[in-house]
């Protein structure tokens, strides 16, 4: 595998992402085409489809060595495999629920993975113009500026996220009304905002202190999970530790 150039992939990403995000400010104002997924709240819409299109077209004319993971061509049946190569998972759309109500917390999420841990880590939210960014070792930042996480310990301190998910299958939902119902007596408030990505970088930059979530995808913490990371927070995974 060559030598990757992490500021060029970063870059060349910076722009795809920002050109994206004009789709999505356009698109959210308007009547969207929604068509339903896993369940009949797992929503996609044509404007995911085109920015995935948009992002993994551009991405692979600059690196066509590199791989893709994106959540809308694995739900078209492509498989979702993370190698050592370099690939970049993508979510276009992260709260696509919001976007289809037009919520403005919706996000484009893109991370690149090298050797299956986080090089690069975009999450922007073009309604807001919030560009989250970092790159493996260099920090994090919002619209440029250096974030942190909190530094808040104490779980009764702590602003925690959780979500509610996508699934409508009873059990599910029980598992995360009953972890709201323990959580709540102990923490100082809890929210779901409907972006598992947003989520993350609202910990990075200190806005909470927590966020926990089941049942999520790759393409919702490939970039995330760097900007925790490099904002000065840790990630967990229940299974394995991620990066
Ligand atoms: C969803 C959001 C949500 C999480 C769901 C995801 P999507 O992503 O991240 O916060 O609870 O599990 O599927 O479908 O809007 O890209």
């Not at 696509?96 to 893109?110: A, E, G, W």
């Not at 996220?161 to 029980?174: A, C, I, Q, R």
């Not at 970039?223 to 904002?231: F, H, N, Q, R, T």
Request: net charge negative.
């Amino acid at each position: 595998m060559s030598e990757i150039d992490a500021k060029k992939c970063f870059d060349v990403a910076l722009d795809l992402v920002k050109q994206a995000g004009k789709v999505v400010r356009e698109a959210i104002k308007k009547k969207k085409n929604i068509e339903t997924k896993s369940s009949a709240v797992d929503l996609v819409t044509e404007s995911d489809k085109a920015v995935e299109k948009m992002l993994i077209s551009g991405l692979s004319e600059a690196f066509p060595d590199h791989k893709f993971i994106g959540e809308e061509s694995v739900s078209a049946g492509q498989k979702c495999v993370l190698t050592d190569e370099p690939t970049w998972i993508i979510d276009p759309i992260d709260g696509t629920m919001n976007f289809v109500h037009s919520f403005p917390y919706t996000c484009i999420s893109v991370g690149l993975w090298v050797k299956k841990a986080a090089l690069v880590g975009i999450v922007y939210n073009p309604v807001l113009e919030q560009m989250f960014t970092a790159i493996k070792g260099q920090g994090a930042f919002l619209n440029g500026e250096k974030i942190s996480v909190s530094g808040e310990t104490e779980l009764g301190k702590a602003l925690v996220f959780s979500e509610m998910g996508t699934s409508l299958d009873p059990e599910k939902v029980n598992t995360v009304l009953t972890n709201i119902t323990n959580l709540m007596p102990k923490v100082h408030g809890c929210r779901a905002m409907g972006s598992s990505a947003l989520h993350s970088a609202y910990v990075a930059m200190g806005a909470a202190d927590v966020s926990y979530t089941f049942g999520v995808h790759c393409w919702d913490t490939a970039a995330g999970s760097l900007l925790v990371k490099e904002a000065g927070g840790i990630v967990i995974d229940t299974e394995v530790s991620v990066g």
